[in-house]
């Protein structure tokens, strides 16, 4: 280990994972793995007493999730960069997670010496995003707002769990009248003539989950 290396708290809820973490860094004399954290609530508190450069946060913890951990470390105004490591690339874990305030984003299938260089980038502050992540993020950035009103989301949210028009009426509380309308205004902003057609094209264009 050298007088300048970079201090890593790793912070995941597996032994197993922890212990191939603290082995990989160990074995570098670039890093110091001073903590390990089982949680997030842990992990706050051992980055607020150790002060680590980087702490490789996992996002599905017991107690405190890492998105929270994020938050607060933010709020405690740290210089420590969170690195997330997580095995999970969807928009609803990547980006609450960014913007929480982390510094950089990677899978846990990344290669070792991925996953070093991404902490080396990390403690001098640069953003670090494993290409998968990246490219969800700009596909995210292209992709066009939704042509649709939060009444047609929803109108074709239900068609797409295969509600008929009399269902759709039902849930929104709605006549079926006002349901037509609105798949018609569905079909002429999406360009399709039914409601398969309207489904994929929402699929396709992220409206749908």
């Known amino acids: 280990m050298t007088e300048h290396a970079i201090r890593v708290l790793i912070a995941d809820d597996h032994p197993i994972v922890r212990d191939g973490l603290r082995g990989m860094f160990t074995g570098d004399a670039r890093f110091e793995v001073v903590g ?7 992990a706050v508190a051992l980055a607020r ?6 702490v490789l946060m996992d996002l599905r913890m017991p107690r405190m999730d890492g998105v929270t951990a994020i938050k607060r470390l933010a709020e405690l105004g740290l210089a420590t960069r969170v690195l ?6 969807t928009e609803s874990e990547v980006l609450p997670a ?10 846990k299938d990344a290669p070792g010496d991925e996953l070093m260089r991404a902490v ?3 403690a001098r502050g640069e953003a670090v995003l494993s290409p998968a992540v990246a490219m969800r993020l700009m596909g995210r950035v292209r992709r066009p707002e939704s ?3 939060a009444r047609e989301l929803e109108v074709l949210r239900l068609i797409a769990t295969g509600g008929t028009n009399r269902d759709v009426a039902a849930r929104l509380f709605i006549s079926e009248a006002t349901v037509k309308t609105h798949i018609l205004h569905i079909y002429t902003k999406l360009d399709v003539n039914d409601r398969a057609a309207a489904v994929a094209v929402g699929f396709q264009r992220g409206l749908l989950d």
Request: no cysteine; net charge negative; hydrophobic share 50%.
């Open 147 to 149: 042509p649709l009103s």
């Open 98 to 107: 960014i913007e929480a305030g982390a510094t950089g984003y990677l899978l």
């Open 36 to 42: 390990e954290a089982a949680d997030g609530a842990e």
């Open 84 to 89: 997330v490591l997580t095995t999970y690339d």
């Open 120 to 122: 080396e980038a990390a």
């Open 49 to 54: 007493a150790l002060e680590p450069a980087v």
